[in-house]
């Protein structure tokens, strides 16, 4: 079983900066990808980052600039270092692991979320 745990959400003013961290623990094989989501009240939940196990990053464009997403192989760790924070990205954001077992299958994990708010 494996289980993600998200950590550093909080309240922030615009402009201010955060930094999210994301600790996979259990039984992991191989790790494909690890992401990071967001789902603001009322909205759909959307991809913020995506990092592979090689290193490639992607961002969404309302992001991008202001996030970076890191990861810690040797800790099974992602991180969201988030800047210029804005009302908007006033959100749970949740950690998401896709791996692949001995096997080949790929499984999803999802972390609890955290939460983040910006206040204007």
Do not use: H
């Amino acid at each position: 079983q494996v289980q993600l745990v998200e950590s550093g959400g909080g309240l922030v003013q615009a402009g201010g900066s955060l930094k999210l961290s994301c600790a996979a623990s259990g039984s992991i094989f191989s790790i494909n990808t690890m992401c990071w989501y967001r789902q603001a009240p009322g909205k759909q939940r959307e991809l913020v980052a995506r990092i592979t196990s090689g290193g490639s990053t992607n961002y969404a464009d309302s992001v991008k600039g202001r996030i970076t997403i890191s990861g810690d192989n040797a800790k099974n760790t992602v991180y969201l270092q988030m800047s210029s924070l804005k009302p908007e990205d006033t959100a749970v954001y949740y950690c998401k692991l896709t791996t692949t077992d001995y096997s080949g299958r790929g499984t999803i994990y999802w972390g609890k979320g955290t939460l983040v708010t910006v206040s204007s």
